[in-house]
């Protein structure tokens, strides 16, 4: 179907077919032929991947013996794509076949020659596209398009009505865009030196295009629709490139020529044994196989192909190239599964079997630490100020060259400063639903702006924007109708001249919510530090900086600091390319985590705390300065004694990363067409932090206290730490899975509660 002849006559087509598919000699060198051409596409793009990472990778390479071992990674990238090749030449095949066939049952009986040509290719067409349907990967991929395409302006919610169809249209201009390319590719002999010249360099244009997109655009974002859309342009424009190149009738002899058998069964040689190389080999390295499965483009996707080959079981996890699933015969045990209590088999595949005396005593070690000492003062007023995604290392009061923050700075001088103060997601949803609840997931139990309210707190929500999401998790708030979608100016307006006139009868919290440093950026006149990403980042801070100084200027001179506690957090940080990556909610790198937290507590004095706190220990801890009851349930610990500079042991603090693409609110989770990938870290008071790529099955361990930039996985280097460090998070793994209620909703839509 998708092989094209060496002319476009139709009559020579008919011709062609009947010779070349007439013996197995010729169909078996077809195959061959189209299997060497998805070797050579693949070994191209392994190429052009390898000098890219090389060179971008420099810092995080241990030493020019692991540059060596990465190389040969890739060559398992020319046996896959010799794979797909092969499969791409039995699918041309078959069409070709089946469009011959019905050519010879329809002729004579629906007209012209013309409308049997057409029919036959219709029917071919149209029994390739079902085949693909039927295959889950296709469909899913193909499903997950036109729901992310659903969300552009024009087209928000219609497309999903039409699913169907568009499934069927898109595979089959798919599958015509293919034909037309390789029959091009194939005529390449009749064209002009110029127009082979251009169609020469416009392949190259869009190798080069779609590779460029892939590795530099939403990196480690929307994997299953713009990856591996611009994996598939890749590929398949560097086959075609391969096709014209070598595969026309005018090149057959002199590439026969060229290329001797020798030379061909020494490169079959090196890339066989690159690739057992690489079987037995991948894995060992987790420095090398974490840069593979998450920084490359191409190798990345053939990896996956061979692990989705040998995933045996089909449980979406392979024991193959270090895939994570210990047991491969049984679809029960994988790194996806929760675990099970006590059920004697390690579910997850990571942290052992889970007691519930483990379990317990979790609980009870973090429940041992709510409230170690009596509150500073009852019936404190509280300010809350929640600035959404501000780094803690774009602050000057933490060390920023520009002076972003002077507000901020000077209302650091008389507070408590945490230098280490972390996420426990990069993603407003999910920490969100942690600070308010003062827990390691979404728990069944009230946020501590709940229990404020039922201590006799006035409670107020001052949400700037994005109100549904505040409403979801700060519970028991009044809020304002004149505090909902305004600029942030207006918005501290409002809050003060409403602080300025509550009732004295009873203390008041605020709840103080600021968006601007999310993406997207504006640009401030007032505040300009030039026109590139981090420079608008920059004034977005500043902007958000000195309007938060008209509130800690009313609270200086009302004499409110005397009796309001005051705490300034973000939920999550921001990625400025670190990585390639522009943004949060992917990763737990100390760019997307690091957050600033600082508490402002009337008769404690000044301080930088440096060990290692979370933000799910603000609700325990602001119901512990004010006098509140603490639920029991909460995990998050009070952190008052180190704001007292008493003696204090903070447990490890955790971290999980939910990427689940295609949300939209009229699917539901269960019906998203892509799997859901997970990350989670651990720090502990040492400074080493251990992330785990669930997806990847692959563990970085790094020393934060001498690589704050975590250039350097340490994980195979400090064989004890990781050993320690991979045990407890395995052991958060399972209490989270065995622990977070059925109910819980932690993503962007709401649909049981």
Known sequence: MVQGPATLNPEHLQKRKASRHGTPARIASSLARYSLAGSLAALLLAVIEIIDLQVHLSPEFNSFRERLIFAAYFSLCPVSGAAIGLIIGVVALAGSVLQTFTRKLLTGRIGTERRVEVAAAAVAAAVIVAVFIVQTQSKAYVSGLIIEAQKLPYLYGRLLKHQAILIVAILLGLLVACRIFWRLARAVRQMSPAIKALWFMGLCVVIGLAYYVDSHVEVQLYEYTLHRSMFLLCFGSAITLIGSGYFTRANERAFSGRLSRGLLVLFVALILAGSVFTFAEFGSNQNLKTHLMTRTTQAKQHFKIVQWVLDFDRDGYSSVLAGGDTDDRNPAINPDRAEIIGDGIDNNSIGGDLSEEQRTEWFRERTS????DGPVRE?????????????????????YGRNTSPEIDRFALRSIVFDNAFSPSANTFESAARFMKSSYWDATVESWTEVLGHNGYNVMLFPQRRYPMLKRYVKGAHVDSNAKGVDLPESIDIAIETLSNVPKEAP??????AVDPHRPYARHSDFNFGSGNTDLYDGEIAFTDHYFGRLFEWLEKSGHLNDTAVVLMADHAESLGERRVYR??????????????????PGLASRRVQDYVTSVDLGTTILNVVGAPC?????????????????????????EQTLREKEFPNLRPEQYPQPTDKKFMIITQDGYKLIYDRAAAAFQLFDLKNDGAELHNLYDQRPEVSLDL????????????????????????????
């Open 379 to 399: 019936r404190l007023n509280v300010i809350y100020i929640f600035i959404d995604a501000l780094r803690a290392d774009h602050l000057s009061v933490y060390g």
């Open 508 to 513: 008041f919290c605020a709840f103080i919510y």
């Open 584 to 601: 949060h909610s992917s990763q737990l790198y100390s760019d997307q985590t690091h957050i600033p937290m600082i508490f402002y507590v």
């Open 631 to 655: 639920p029991e349930q909460y995990t998050g610990v009070s952190l008052l004694a180190l704001m007292k500079g008493e003696p204090f042991v903070h447990p490890p603090i955790f971290g």
């Open 369 to 372: 630490l709510h409230a170690p």
């Open 726 to 753: 991979k045990q407890k998070l395995g052991r958060f793994i399972d209490i989270v899975s065995a622990s977070r209620p059925a109910l819980a909703d932690e993503a962007k839509y709401k649909f049981e509660y």
